[in-house]
């Protein structure tokens, strides 16, 4: 560990934006949204506020070998943003966003909500999660699932430019132009792995008017509607995102739910191809529908998670069979297909253009102990029989053959990447490349 010099050092650069473990405020800082890793105690949290001071703690954390991790939104599923006796690079401190035009630049710490209230003013759209505190920057690299992704594309199909600080304390600014490596590796390469990017430049669209629906059906139907969910995706037109949620329980429960980029009454029409359930349509503006989704104001959970990409259907007697009495368990399908798979597996770092769905698995911590609850989600994210596949959004710890499941046919050329940027492995981390 850095010794009290060392820290005096860091902290002449930093000031009191460097949050050690007896200062004040250290404690309330240093809790993760998953509360299953508030046990963890950083050495140290830089709130940084420009390159200047990402590029010191970069270079404090080379010189002094100890790890370090950026953190934006706080909701890496595995609590790798927390790292135990690390520096973190808090990014809070960096998130505006200055929309010009088509095209917005935005600090890697803002939030969900704080971008689509910023860009909808200026009439315009990107498509990002629903979240409210997830961080653009954690979303960005990982690729980016978004309620209008199948008409607009992922998050990082959007993006432009990034200025990142690499491991070597330079700050650099990549595009298909300057860089294109490591532009490529930073749509869809997963966070921490290449540098700590300070800013995101991305392309925007007029925002849409959308229809949104919730759809619930009766109690036992579960495997039916997931088997007519599944079914009716395969043809839907590229203005219909659509979510399917399968609740546990005894029987477990079901909703379905989308947007559709255009009116109520064409989305009705695409409606009636479902079984019959109670259905609500709205009809709202794109920073109406993005509060929708996000929802009331988020606290700390304790959970477990991870996921798997669909390349088939997977039997809805299958999941409902998983997911019975398997309380405060879940399993979340998200419609893939659209502009998203019109992009070549290999055109950005993001390998499932051919998925048809992402099914992302969950599972509160509350009446079962934390090994209990990784056993129950095992059991769901094997059990779906999709291949060992998954999102490096919804990082799991326990993911087998994870980097095969992340990154794919991808995996070489985002090996030699972080090689070059980070030779001395400054990033490392357990599931870092």
Not at 307 to 315: A, C, D, F, I, T
Request: charged share 20%.
């Amino acid at each position: 560990m850095p010794s009290a010099g060392d820290w005096a050092a860091l902290r002449a650069r930093l000031g009191d934006r460097l949050v050690l473990p007896q200062d004040v405020g250290y404690d309330r800082l240093r809790l993760p949204h998953n509360t299953v890793y508030a046990h963890r105690r950083p050495a140290a949290i830089a709130r940084c506020t420009r390159p200047e001071d990402v590029q010191a703690c970069l270079e404090f954390a080379s010189h002094q070998r100890i790890p370090i991790a950026a953190r934006s939104g706080k909701h890496s599923y595995a609590g790798y943003s927390a790292p135990e006796n690390g520096l973190v690079v808090d990014l809070r401190g960096m998130s505006g966003v200055q929309v010009s035009g088509n095209s917005v630049r935005i600090g890697a710490g803002a939030h969900m909500l704080e971008v689509y209230e910023a860009i909808s003013a200026a009439g315009q759209a990107l498509p990002a999660g629903t979240c409210r505190s997830v961080g653009i920057g954690g979303l960005t690299l990982s690729g980016g699932i978004s309620v209008i992704g199948r008409r607009y594309g992922l998050t990082c199909d959007h993006l432009t430019s990034a200025t990142i600080v690499t491991p070597d304390g330079c700050l650099r600014t990549v595009s298909a132009h300057e860089e294109p490596d490591l532009f490529w590796a930073l749509r869809g390469g997963g966070g921490g792995n290449f540098g700590i990017v300070t800013q995101f430049t991305f392309r925007t669209d007029p925002a849409p008017d959308l229809a949104v629906f919730s759809a619930t059906f009766p109690a036992g139907s579960s495997a039916d509607v997931c088997d007519a969910w599944q079914e009716w995706i395969g043809d839907l037109p590229d203005e219909l995102w659509s979510g399917c949620g399968v609740r546990g329980g005894s029987p477990p429960e079901v909703e379905l739910y989308g947007t559709y980029v255009g009116p109520a009454k064409d989305l009705h029409r695409l409606l009636d191809r479902l079984p019959t359930g109670e259905r609500t349509v709205w009809e709202m503006s794109y920073l109406e529908a993005m509060h929708h989704f996000a929802g009331a104001a988020e606290e700390g959970a304790a959970y477990v998670a991870s996921s798997r990409m669909l390349r088939r259907r997977v039997p809805g007697a299958q999941v409902a069979t998983l997911l019975d009495g398997q309380r405060d368990a879940s399993v979340q399908f998200d419609s893939f297909g659209g502009a998203i798979g019109r992009v070549a597996p290999d055109a950005t770092a993001f390998p499932h253009r051919d998925a048809i769905a992402s099914a992302q698995t969950y599972v509160k911590v509350i009446d079962r102990t934390e090994a209990e609850s990784r056993r129950v989600l095992a059991s769901l994210r094997d059990g779906l029989g999709a291949g060992t596949t998954g999102y490096v959004g919804y990082i799991d710890p326990e993911m087998p053959d994870w980097p095969a499941a992340y990154y794919g046919r991808n995996l070489a050329r985002l090996r030699e990447v972080a090689r070059r940027y980070d030779p001395d492995r400054v990033l490392a981390f357990p599931q870092g490349l």
